[in-house]
């Protein structure tokens, strides 16, 4: 596709689950972000990714969280042990090399009930 | 404090009227973008500035590094237009986004 590619659009899980969000970026971009936005809030930096490895992790809450991108494309966000504040929209976005303009994915709604 | 303010947090227009949203950042940057998120979440990026002005259509976006401050424009508005929108500053040296909270915008028929 042309665009950032995430799965699932919508999540639900029971508290304590384990979940997997993915990430496609757009064919050739080497830096990766993750993002979370709870409700009326502005996205919140999780992790960026540049290639295959985390160049920055700062943003994770906590070891729940961890994020992987092993062949410097796909990318999967992993939270364990899920709880209810988990609950938000998580957004990944893909951007080319140098000073350019990053481009965003749809967002996996995520439901901790 | 957040580092990056955007104001008005709401703002109702009538089809056609001229709209300011601003965004005000206390950090240095490299460069700051304007960000527009249907409902439903999907993020689309209007523009990324590092200084000036740029104007794509409708939308006119300018940035004055000295005042730490941006504003988007929209003119002759339209219910098409009924978004949020953010403004996203980049640390310099860094690939990190600081968003802003956003300014949800509801343009009438």
């Known amino acids: 596709g042309a665009g950032v590619s995430q799965t699932p659009s919508n999540k639900v899980t029971e508290k304590g689950k384990y979940v997997e969000l993915r990430c496609d970026p757009i064919s050739g971009h080497t830096a990766l972000y993750w993002y979370r936005q709870s409700l009326g809030q502005g996205p919140e930096f999780l992790i960026y990714?540049?290639?295959?490895?985390?160049?920055?992790d700062s943003g994770l809450p906590n070891d729940r969280f961890f994020a992987v991108r092993p062949e410097g494309s796909v990318s999967t966000l992993k939270i364990q042990r899920t709880e209810r504040g988990d609950s938000a929209v998580y957004l990944c976005?893909?951007?080319?090399?140098?000073?350019?303009?990053?481009?965003f994915g749809q967002g996996t709604r995520l439901t901790v009930v | 404090k957040n580092e990056v303010e955007q104001s008005p947090q709401n703002l109702t227009a009538q089809e056609g009227e001229f709209i300011t949203i601003n965004c005000s950042y206390s950090?240095?940057?490299?460069?700051l973008h304007w960000l527009q998120q249907h409902p439903g979440g999907g993020i689309v990026s209007l523009f990324m500035?590092?200084?000036g002005k740029k104007k794509h259509g409708r939308l006119i976006a300018t940035i004055n590094i000295q005042e730490k401050h941006s504003s988007l424009h929209i003119t002759a508005s339209h219910p098409r237009d009924s978004a949020v929108y953010i403004c996203a500053v980049r640390l310099p040296g860094t690939y990190k986004y600081i968003f802003g909270t956003g300014t949800r915008l509801k343009v009438l028929a």
């Open positions: 950090v240095g940057i490299s460069a």
């Open positions: 500035l590092s200084s």
């Open positions: 976005a893909s951007r080319p090399d140098g000073n350019t303009e990053a481009f």
């Open positions: 990714f540049q290639g295959t490895g985390a160049a920055d």
